[in-house]
C-alpha cells in the first residue's frame, strides 16, 4: 500500500495552538519545528511543550515529524534524546552533508531506544538536505541507514550557499532536486520538496507543485493550512488517469487469462513501463480515497 507522503506542513514547536490544532487541517504529515523557527531562548520550553504534545494528543492517521536542531549544535543531543522518548513516527535532522552525519544520529538513537526498551530500529529519520555538500552526497546519505524513510530539500540555506536566489521558475535548483530525486529513487525511499514562502502567490505556489510531480517528487512541505488541499488537486489522479489505468490493468489481466505474453490495448502493445505506471495510479488513487478495488470491474 502505497504511504501518502503529498503534503507535510510546518508547525513552530513554541507554539501550543497550532500544536493543538495541525492535525485538524487533512495533511499528510505534520513537522514540529525546534530549529529555525524557534529562538534560542525558546528552545528547551519548545523540546518540553512538543514532548508533552506527543506523549498526551492523538493525532489520528496523521503523520507527525520533529525536526531537531543539529547534533552540532548545544540543543541537538536534548531534542533527540526528548524526541526519542516521545516517539514521533519520524525525527527529521536539518542540515544534512554526509552519510556520517545518519550515522552518528542512528547510534545515538540506538542508545536511547536501548535505554528506554524500545525496539532497535523502531525509530525512523529523515534527512534535510540544504547545502551543495549535502546534495553532492545525496546517494550516499540517502543509503546510510535502514531507519531513513526519506530526503528532503531545504531550498533557502542552498540558494544561500550558491550566492544565488529563488526564482519562480526554481531553475536555480532544477539540478539539486533532480540529484535528490535520483539518490531517493535509488535508495527506495520518499523525496519531499522544500516549501514555498510566498502564501499570498497560488500560482506560483501551483506552478511549483506541477513542477516537482512532474520531477517526481512524492510532496511538498507547506507552511499555511490553505497549500494543503492544492497540493492535494494536483497530486490526486484524475478520472481519466484512473478510467486509463483501469483498462491497462484490465487489459493486462485478459492476457494473462489467455496465457499470452503480449499485452494489447486499442490496438497498440504495452510494455512494462506502462504497466507500472498503470499500478502506481491506482494505488495513488486508491489512498487518496477516490478509487476502490471494486471499481475495476463495473
Known amino acids: 500500500m502505497v504511504k501518502l507522503r503529498r503534503t507535510m506542513m510546518y508547525v513552530t514547536g513554541n507554539n501550543p495552538a497550532n500544536i493543538m490544532e495541525a492535525h485538524l487541517y487533512g495533511s499528510d504529515s505534520i513537522m514540529f519545528d525546534l530549529e529555525d523557527s524557534v529562538s534560542l531562548k525558546e528552545k528547551d520550553s519548545a523540546r518540553f511543550l512538543v514532548y508533552n504534545a506527543l506523549k498526551t494528543m492523538d493525532y489520528g492517521n496523521v503523520e507527525t515529524v ?138 506560483g505556489f501551483m506552478d511549483e507543485v506541477k513542477l516537482i510531480k512532474q520531477l517526481g517528487f512524492d510532496g511538498k512541505s507547506v507552511i499555511h493550512p490553505r497549500q494543503i488541499g492544492m497540493v492535494h488537486k494536483i497530486y490526486t489522479p484524475t478520472e481519466k488517469e484512473i478510467r486509463n489505468a483501469v483498462r491497462i490493468v484490465g487489459a493486462i489481466k485478459e492476457a494473462e487469462s489467455k496465457g499470452s505474453g503480449v499485452i494489447a490495448l486499442d490496438g497498440k502493445m504495452i510494455d512494462g513501463p506502462v504497466v507500472d505506471r498503470a499500478y502506481r495510479v491506482l494505488e495513488l488513487a486508491k489512498a487518496s480515497g477516490v478509487y476502490k478495488e471494486e471499481e475495476q470491474n463495473d
Open 66 to 203: 520533529v525536526r531537531i536542531n543539529g547534533l552540532d549544535t548545544q540543543f541537538g543531543r536534548d531534542d533527540l534524546e526528548a524526541m526519542v522518548r516521545a516517539q514521533p513516527d519520524i525525527i527529521r535532522l536539518p542540515k544534512t552533508e554526509t552519510k556520517q552525519d545518519i550515522i552518528d544520529v542512528d547510534n545515538m538513537i540506538s542508545e536511547i531506544e536501548k535505554q528506554i526498551g524500545l525496539e532497535v530500529g523502531s525509530t525512523k529519520i529523515m534527512a534535510a538536505v540544504e547545502s551543495p555538500l549535502g546534495v553532492m552526497n545525496a546517494y550516499e546519505i540517502a543509503t546510510a541507514s535502514k531507519r531513513l524513510v526519506a530526503i528532503a530539500i531545504g531550498a533557502e540555506d542552498f540558494v544561500t550557499n550558491m550566492k544565488t536566489t529563488r526564482s519562480p521558475e526554481g531553475i536555480e535548483l532544477l539540478a539539486a532536486r533532480s540529484n535528490l530525486l535520483m539518490a531517493a529513487r535509488a535508495a527506495g525511499i520518499y523525496a519531499l520538496d522544500t516549501v514555498y514562502t510566498n502564501i499570498k502567490d497560488d500560482d
